[in-house]
Every structure is written in C-alpha cells, then in structure tokens.
C-alpha cells in the first residue's frame, strides 16, 4: 500500500522544513548525536538512511567514510539532501514499497538509520520487512522515534494557539495511526519489529529541546518549527483568506506571547523523549 497521504504532507512541508534546516539539526542534535554514537556508521559500511530528510544522517556518515543511500517519500527533501552531500546516492521513493536495492543498486546495506523517518508507514510491520530486505545478514537498524505525546512538551508548544483556531477542529489521533507518536507504546513496537524479521532493543532517551542553542530566548526558533509543521501549515491555509495578512501577524503574536510564558530561565528548553533502537537482521 502506498503512502499517499504522507507523501503529499511531506511534500506539502519540504520548502518550510528545508529552509529551517539549521534550526531542527541544532534543536535535535542530541538525538543525532545518540543514533551515531549506537550506529557508528564508518568506512567499508553501506548506509541507508531512511526518511532521510535533508541530509543530517547522510552528511555525517559520510563524513565518517560510510558509503551512504538515501530514500524520501518528498523530492524537495531529496533534492536538499543531494545539494547537502553530493556524494550520496538520494532516491524519491516509499521504502515501505519499493524495491529499495534496485533503485539503490549495490551490495545489501550493512547499516539502516533515521532520525524520526519511520514513524509514518500505513502498515509499519511490511515496512520494516521491505527495509529488512535490502539489509545484509546481521546488518543494523538503528532509529529514533518519539514517545507519548504527554512526554514531549514540543507537540503542543505553541501550535495549541492554532489549533484552538481551526474550524472544525482535529480529532484525537488514533493511537498508533501513521504520525509522530505512532510507535509510543513500546510493546507494540518491539512487536511490529519482531514480526518483520528483526531482533530489536529499544531504550529510553531523554534529551533537552534546547531553542536557544544559538544565544536568543529562542522564541523566534520555535515559532519558526511551529509554522513548518502540519498545524501551522494547515492554520495558515485556513486562516489567512479568512483574517488576513494583518490578523494572521496578530495570531502570529499570539503565539509568541504563548512560547514566551514557558520560558525557563530566559530560555524556551523543555524535554524531549524518544525511543533509541538497536535492531539487528538475524543471520
């Protein structure tokens, strides 16, 4: 089954997520940081990095002397990971679907990674047996996904001002449906690996969202995150022709004032909690 609608969403948010590059890598460098550190991609390795965005993942196993591929569902996510490293091999494609070793001619890949790039599959168990597919006989899976909702602050920081807005309202999410918190049960998914091939290990990481890495109170940064994502694109798709220019400045405000009442010590900093896996392909 193809991903229809998360590929028009990350479609939708390519030219907002690509011009903010700066500011996701700088908020999300630790979590980087821990999937390097566990995957430790090197020389005489062949990487695929998943949902692989704009290039974070790509760039540095790169860096590392890993030989690296990457899949997107998005070609403006491709297309800026390609500028960023122009060595790596980038494809436009849905790796729940496609034949990931031909689009990426080469040996089985000793290594798979994402940074919060697999967590929008319409059905995650087939997903991650294609994945498994391109993957060599012991090779790894080594990923970060976010937990519960209720754990990660940043989910409703600020974007709860819009959403208060929207007419009619989104529902609740299902739990588990295609999105950012689809793998916050933790059982189901050590489940959904087991039952496509893999040996996982999944553990708890907890970080610090930090907006103010670059010296502001980093109120501007994260309003910046708030209108790249879904509800901030779909506020502004709803309301603009409604308000206009001048009371979507307003609302724009409105947010603010909102990031600005979590401020910790003159600074917008909160936790953040994903899972780490360490997922192994059996030989």
Request: aromatic share 8%; glycine share 10%; net charge negative.
């Amino acid at each position: 089954m193809a991903n229809e609608s998360m590929r028009q969403n990350w479609t939708d948010g390519a030219a907002w997520w690509v011009a903010n590059e700066a500011v996701f890598d700088a908020v999300f460098a630790p979590v980087t940081a821990a999937i390097l550190g566990t995957a430790r991609p090197g020389a005489g390795r062949r990487v695929l990095d998943v949902g692989c965005g704009s290039g974070t993942l790509l760039e540095a196993s790169a860096e590392a002397g890993a030989s690296v591929a990457g899949v997107d569902i998005s070609e403006g996510m491709a297309e800026a990971a390609r500028r960023r490293v122009p060595e790596a091999s980038v494809v436009v494609a849905d790796a729940q679907t496609a034949d990931l070793l031909a689009e990426l001619p080469g040996d089985p890949f000793d290594l798979v990674v994402s940074r919060f790039g697999v967590m929008f599959f319409e059905d995650p168990k087939a997903a991650f047996a294609n994945l498994r597919s391109a993957a060599a006989p012991g090779a790894r899976l080594v990923f970060a996904c976010w937990r519960a909702a209720a754990e990660n602050p940043m989910f409703g920081m600020g974007s709860s001002v819009l959403l208060e807005r929207l007419d009619p309202p989104p529902g609740p999410e299902e739990p588990g449906a295609p999105g950012p918190t689809a793998f916050a049960d933790r059982d189901r998914l050590a489940s959904i690996l087991e039952g496509a091939g893999w040996a996982p290990r999944i553990e708890a990481f907890d970080f610090t969202v930090d907006y103010g890495y670059n010296g502001t109170d980093g109120v501007e940064e994260r309003l910046t995150s708030v209108e790249s994502g879904g509800v901030g694109r779909t506020a502004r798709a709803q309301l603009l022709p409604r308000i206009g220019p001048d009371g979507w400045d307003a609302l724009l405000d409105e947010v603010r004032a909102e990031l600005r009442r979590h401020l910790v010590d003159g600074v917008l900093r909160f936790p953040g909690a994903v899972w780490l896996v360490d997922a192994t392909n059996p030989r």
